[in-house]
């Protein structure tokens, strides 16, 4: 799964205007926070921590309008602690964008 950053992007310049430097840093500080909720996930063994990530990380995409990320977090969710397959789709969908952004 490929992530949108066409609502991230849009959301930025709505918040931020044009000006690219700081739409750069606040794009950069979004993937950092979003990558250390999933590595919180990637560590959770008990459903309480799993659910308070996935919630963290819901609630960071939703602060930036990501709304990929919104969805992938509710699917994480509603999945057990240590899901594969939601946190290889977390992985890829955040190491897509950085590769896209270099």
């Not at 918040?15 to 700081?22: C, I, R, T, W």
Request: net charge negative.
């Amino acid at each position: 799964m490929s992530f949108d950053y066409g609502a991230l992007d849009a959301a930025l310049a709505a918040a931020v205007g044009d000006d690219e430097s700081l739409i750069a840093e606040l794009r950069g500080a979004f993937l950092e926070s979003a990558e250390r909720q999933v590595d919180l996930l990637r560590r959770a063994r008990c459903d309480a921590n799993w659910h308070y990530a996935a919630w963290r990380l819901k609630g960071l995409a939703a602060s930036f309008g990501a709304t990929d990320v919104i969805a992938l977090a509710e699917e994480a969710s509603r999945s057990a602690p240590g899901d594969p397959v939601i946190l290889r789709k977390l992985e890829n969908a955040i190491a897509t964008d950085q590769a896209d952004r270099s």
